[in-house]
């Protein structure tokens, strides 16, 4: 049997994410980071980390948004990823997430807490299994989807990628 990303979605219990894509949380640090915890930026309480499988097929993109926490993501299976990744001062890093190092891919991408990041398919014939790590750990108050309009505005270098990762 072909493992295709239909496959992926079943085996593993994947739901659609509202930033594009599929995911499923696989684990939460019981180990809490208080509030009041200097130099960290989120907001409440946060597990120390946080862990979820991803996966983009050929016509999603991971649409770009950001987290107050450091992000790790880990290939696992089907085609390599593109991870874009815009830090404060406009700066624009293209990451390759996959498994073929003459490409230039890695195994492993970090997305520094505050960047504005997306993410797409490099094969449009295929799809991108991954894990994501966040610490402190993901929630959703620290999460922000990013108006397409205003990142352009803040960013008019990479317009056109921008509105093309929101579609």
């Known amino acids: 049997m072909k493992k ?17 894509g599929y995911f499923r949380e696989t684990y939460r640090s ?8 200097p130099g960290l930026g989120v907001r409440g309480p946060r597990s120390v980390s946080t862990a979820i499988y991803f996966l983009l097929d050929t016509v999603q993109c991971s649409t770009f948004h950001r987290i107050r926490s ?6 696992h299976s089907g085609s390599a990823l593109a991870i874009y990744a815009i830090g404060n001062d406009g ?26 990041f997306g993410a797409e398919v490099l ?3 295929g799809f991108g299994l ?5 610490a402190p750990g993901f929630d959703f108050n620290d999460f922000e989807l990013a108006d397409t309009s205003s990142l ?16």
């Open 91 to 116: 700066v624009l890093t293209t990451h390759r997430l996959g498994s073929d190092f003459e490409a230039g891919d890695a195994f492993q991408v970090v997305v520094p807490a505050g960047y504005w």
């Open 4 to 20: 295709d990303a239909r496959y992926w979605i079943e085996k593993l219990g994947l739901m659609p994410h509202p930033e594009g």
């Open 30 to 37: 019981s180990a809490m980071i208080p509030e009041s915890t």
């Open 123 to 125: 094969d449009k014939a």
């Open 130 to 134: 991954c894990s994501c790590t966040v």
């Open 152 to 167: 352009s505005t803040t960013f008019p270098q990479h317009r056109d990628l921008i509105h093309r990762m929101a579609d």
């Open 70 to 75: 450091d992000e790790l993501w880990h290939f």
